[in-house]
């Protein structure tokens, strides 16, 4: 594992896109453990290496970023997200899938390729048209799962180097997609040249992050960790495609993962698609917002301490009255929420996931432990408080049997709620 990089507490480092120092604050969220190292029983009294959770803004170009204060080898090599153990993440990439290819028309000849594609949960379904892919996808037991389903899929890490590989093997993308990796980048300017490399002359990138205007006005603070190096904004994100030869020509704006972007992006001398208006409108919406200067990143440190406040207030209240609290869920997320917060077994006295690769372990930190989601039903607590909270839609109906059981729903961001 490698050390960090910062000498001194007020050496804050450069900014990973323009190099500029960082000074200003974002949110510091002290120090917390990598939110993908669950723990085995056996480790529960071993050492537990903690990092900062310091977030700055760059002054400059206003990239919100992270540090990497860990080695994303270390991080991303073996990995325990699959994707394909949401539903409604797999209906978002199929229907992904039928509107790109009604868009640009792909076919037969065409190549998508997925950075990051994870266990093939999106191009299994341009296979079903059978349009050639590739994947790359760092984490070799997650590549593996894709490998096994009929997607050839490389482990690899992705960037400049990685896609000169590539292109030398011939392939080049009619589409490029990277759902969720942007922000997981630490050198940001080696991967956006490399997509660049990749791409024919023609060819479209699509890239779906996590929208920071969002992130803001929602409290999502949660959504900070160490796997998330950067956090953007639509303007910094143009600035950014820009300074590599391309230029973003459409955006949308996505429910997912508490609310998204999906930017599209083409080499800026390409003129076969016409600019959106929804690019100058979303531009618009974020000048206004006082993204491009200190003003929209004042508060937000304030937002979330008050946020901790309330979710403790109500977890101690419900403690008192004798009440029992789970969790729902073990994604990174959580980790976050209750490391920040300090919540352990005091509070709740487990937490469970679909995923059978975290039964039976902890989470770091914390020490909560993880169970089958049948534990609910057979312990019954007073509440259930869902950490993943962008999917409490799905996971309130997927789990509605257990209000015959008295149990209540919370989710924990923007503020606590609890669903009656
Ligand atoms: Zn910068």
Redesign the pocket.
Known sequence: MSQSIKQTPDDAG???????R?RRTFTDLGMSPLCESFLRADQLNQMEPFYPLHVYV??????V?LEAYVDPAHIFTEYAYFSSYSDSWLQHAHSYTDIMIERFGLNQQSKVIEIASNDGYLLQYFVAHSIPVLGVEPAANVAKVAIRKGIPTKVLFFGRETAQALAAEGHQADLMVGNNVLAQVPDLNDFVSGMKILLKPHGVITIEFPHLLRLIEGNQFDTIYHEHFSYFSFI?AERIFAAHGMTLFDVEELPTHGGSLRIYAHHTEDSSHAISPRVAALRQVEVEAGFTSAAAYRSFEQQVQETKRKLLEFLITARRQGKTIAGYGAPGKGNTLLNYCGIRTDFLDYTDDRNPYKHGKFLPGTHIPIKHPDAIAESKPDYLLILPWNLKDEIIHQMSFIRDLGVQFVVPIPEIRAYQ
């Not at 760059?58 to 990239?63: K, T």
Request: charged share 20%.
């Open positions: 450069q900014c990973r896109f323009c190099g500029t960082l760059c002054e400059e170009c206003w990239l970023q910094t």
